[in-house]
């Protein structure tokens, strides 16, 4: 069975192969098409009903919707839909069983198995490529850092950096240039893991629009605690995943976000219960998305 992939989206190949269990199942192929010759793709009967389709808003002016109607994915994952004006794109559940998307939007109406999934993570990010293994992470007393955030200068991580490296001891807080290029990244996917892998928190500035972004999970993967600021309603909507909010750290400024985080770094106990829910919760999402997945996909056999 194949899993149609947009050569586009490099970013999260290693993520889908885990979800999809692909790395360790050898009856799922990856099969990478492009802008280019995606239309070519309506003249396959081999995969009629039987692929995993992963597309993107890169394909917003190609006729997706027809080669959809032909192909009846089994599964479609919709990916980096981060802005919310590409409602369009989510009434192509209809052609498929299952519509795994990432990002979640108040103006959009999803239907019952239109689902969330989490971001994921950059390709190479994971040691060992360890499909998703979070039990050999660093408990929260073996973490020497803080704090940490290596990312971009945008939206409100000016005010953010400030605040935690004025209110916070040992922090490790760098502002990097980073235009999405895979082949090109400031910083080593491996060499990202091991700071997040020695820090409690990761601070988490909004990215472009939402407040989601990769850096979450690649801290909760990471075994470190995501600290997001924003309105309570943006909030519970971002990360409402079916009803099963992550426990990260919320707040409604940064202010009152390194108050809480200080807090806790004089109760050690406290904080390792929150990482332990944190993993916990990454565990059930991951456990239950590779679940519906195959569960969808054997009854489309059937």
């Not at 899993?3 to 989206?9: H, N, Q, R, S």
């Not at 490529?129 to 973490?143: A, C, G, H, Q, S």
């Not at 990202?192 to 820090?199: A, Q, V, W």
């Amino acid at each position: 069975m194949k899993i149609l992939y947009p050569e586009e989206c490099m970013w999260e190949l290693e993520y889908i192969k885990d979800i999809t269990g692909c790395n360790c199942n050898s009856d799922l192929e990856i099969e990478k098409y492009n802008i280019n010759n995606c239309n070519l793709l309506i003249e396959r009967e081999d995969i009629v009903s039987n692929c995993l389709f992963v597309m993107t808003i890169s394909y917003y002016n190609i006729n997706i919707e027809e080669i959809l109607k032909k192909l009846q994915p089994i599964v479609i994952f919709f990916l980096s839909d981060e802005y919310g004006i590409f409602q369009k794109y989510n009434y192509l559940e209809k052609y498929t069983k299952l519509f795994l998307r990432q990002y979640n939007h108040k103006s959009y109406t999803y239907s019952s198995h239109n689902i969330q999934i989490p971001l994921g993570y950059v390709s190479n990010f994971l040691p060992n490529n360890n499909n998703n293994n979070v039990t050999d992470i660093k408990p929260i007393n073996e973490r020497k850092v803080n704090c940490s955030f290596i990312g971009a200068k945008k939206s409100d991580r000016q005010h953010m950096r400030d605040v935690f490296e004025k209110n916070m001891n040992n922090t490790m807080i760098v502002f990097v240039n980073n235009n999405w290029d895979i082949e090109k990244l400031p910083v080593i996917p491996n060499n990202l893991f091991t700071l997040y892998n020695n820090s409690i928190f990761i601070i988490i500035g909004r990215g472009n629009s939402s407040l989601d972004c990769f850096r979450i999970y690649e801290a909760v993967v990471s075994g470190a605690i995501p600290v997001i600021v924003g309105e309570e309603m943006e909030i519970n909507t971002t990360f409402y995943y079916g009803g099963y909010k992550p426990p990260f750290v919320y707040s409604d400024t940064w202010e009152n976000a390194v108050s809480v985080c200080n807090n806790l770094l004089q109760q050690p106990e406290l904080l390792q219960e929150k990482q332990n829910k944190i993993l916990e919760w990454w565990t059930n999402q991951i456990t239950n998305i590779k679940n519906i997945i195959t569960q969808t996909i054997h009854q489309r056999k059937s």
